[in-house]
Antibody
């Protein structure tokens, strides 16, 4: 069955970096775009952007440029989200999400990133 | 892009129907039929419930239905069940960007 399995929770200090992984299985990885969605504690879902799994070309949404980098390792069907210079306000659950056409049909289980000194 | 506007909360009794609205602009909801809805139980990942305004993925009961008029999309849940209690988010794909609604907490009384 289709699965997106994300890496485990992270606790980081402000200024550090974090890299979240998302391993896909059960489908052709290159056939679907991979998106990232953030959900701060008690807050709404926010679309961060997506990466073309064929070309590796990333597109960042407004508010998620600069410190947020999407990447791939297609040899292991894995997408990555790297956040640099972490801030306390980056504390959130980060989801990788497969886009079928214009809808998000498969979600990873989420990775909690906590930024605290 | 600003978040789509949803009511903060709605409620209904088992067996009743509830409707959750999602209001955007002529640049997002009003511009395309790529409106989807997601159900999120506490501590869980969201689940796709409707796409393309009113289409249901396999496995989603037909108690869930959707519609759109102008800049407002709606999700209707009929025959409310206890397990329907969750947060619901609308989402619009418009051009090259995606925007979610603020979320609605559905309480089954």
């Amino acid at each position: 069955q289709v699965q997106l399995v994300q890496s485990g929770s992270e606790l980081k200090e402000p200024g550090a970096s974090v890299k979240v992984s998302c391993k896909a299985s059960g489908y052709n990885f290159k056939s679907y775009a991979m998106n990232w969605v953030r959900q701060a504690p008690g807050q709404r879902l926010e679309w961060m952007g997506w990466i073309d799994t064929n070309t590796g070309n990333p597109t960042n949404a407004q508010g998620f440029t600069g410190r947020f980098v999407f990447s791939l390792d297609t040899s292991v069907s894995t997408a990555y989200l790297q956040i640099s210079t972490l801030k306390v306000e980056d504390t959130a659950v980060y989801y990788c999400v497969r886009a079928r056409v214009r809808e998000f049909d498969q979600w990873g289980q989420g990775t909690l990133v906590t930024v605290s000194s | 892009q600003s978040a789509l506007t949803q009511p903060r909360s709605v409620s209904g009794s088992p067996g009743q129907s509830v409707t959750i609205s999602c209001t955007g602009t002529s640049s997002d909801v009003g511009a395309s039929n790529y409106v989807s809805w997601y159900q999120q139980h506490p501590g869980k990942a969201p689940k796709l419930m409707l796409y393309d305004v009113s289409d249901r993925p396999s496995g989603v009961p037909d108690r869930f239905s959707g519609s759109k008029s102008g800049n407002t999309a709606s999700l209707t849940i009929s025959g409310l069940q206890a397990d329907d209690e969750a947060d619901y988010y609308c989402c619009s794909f418009a051009g090259t960007w995606v925007v979610f609604g603020g979320g609605t907490k559905l309480t089954v009384l």
